[in-house]
T-cell receptor, first 113, second 116 residues
């Protein structure tokens, strides 16, 4: 089945630094989504990407849908303490059960003030 | 934006009892809802897809008789953990897709189930 490899698993950075994380897939997705999850909460959508090559920003966050349809990255610029949390990528394939979301294993971000 | 309400947020139950978790789409209709399970420090694992008016579709390895799903209306899906055991303790999260809003998936806030 489809699998997502998300890296890095965790990051410890200083406030103000930029952050980059990425996901790669063994197969093609038609949608890439990036979520943030705070402890004890459900994931919250950050950015949705629907087209290969698409580059989308949401404030200090920027994400891109790779042109091969098998990868995506998320960048966070000028990190702040409230960026702390776990970031998940999620991909959606084509139709039927492949239309369900598949999640990466997450990137745990820690920001030191 | 789309809002999904999930209740309860936390529940503690005795081993052998059943627990029902509700997932409601508050401002949109969801013909399909999804139920996930998340263990500590792990990712979300899809348990089943809940279809309004029909049987749920379970992922491989998920016992349909243990995790009963009912999607009786376009805004409500319920997950009942029957005869709960300590190993069922986990974080359960639902999500719903609003097709009229571009198909984005909105997640509930999750339910922390502890079976003692």
């Amino acid at each position: 089945g489809q699998q997502l490899n998300q890296s890095p698993q965790s990051m410890f950075i200083q406030e103000g630094e930029d952050v980059s994380m990425n996901c790669t897939s063994s197969s093609i997705f038609n949608t890439w989504l990036w979520y943030k999850q705070d402890p004890g909460e459900g994931p919250v959508l950050l950015i949705a990407l629907y087209k290969a090559g698409e580059l989308t920003s949401n404030g200090r966050l920027t994400a891109q849908f790779g042109i091969t349809r098998k990868d995506s990255f998320l960048n966070i610029s000028a990190s702040i303490p409230s960026d702390v949390g776990i970031y998940f990528c999620a991909g959606q394939g084509y139709g039927g059960s492949q239309g369900n979301l598949i999640f990466g294993k997450g990137t745990k971000l820690s920001v030191k003030p | 934006g789309a809002v999904v309400s999930q209740h309860p947020s936390r529940v503690i139950c005795k081993s052998g009892t059943s627990v029902k978790i509700e997932c409601r789409s508050l401002d949109f209709q969801a013909t399909t809802m999804f139920w996930y399970r998340q263990f500590p420090k792990q990712s979300l694992m899809l348990m089943a897809t809940s279809n309004e008016g029909s049987k749920a579709t379970y992922e491989q390895g998920v016992e349909k008789d243990k995790f009963l799903i009912n999607h009786a209306s376009l805004t409500l899906s319920t997950l009942t953990v029957t005869s709960a055991h300590p190993e069922d303790s986990s974080f359960y999260i639902c999500s719903a897709r609003d097709r009229e809003q571009g198909g984005g998936y909105t997640f509930g806030s999750g339910t922390r189930l502890t079976v003692v």
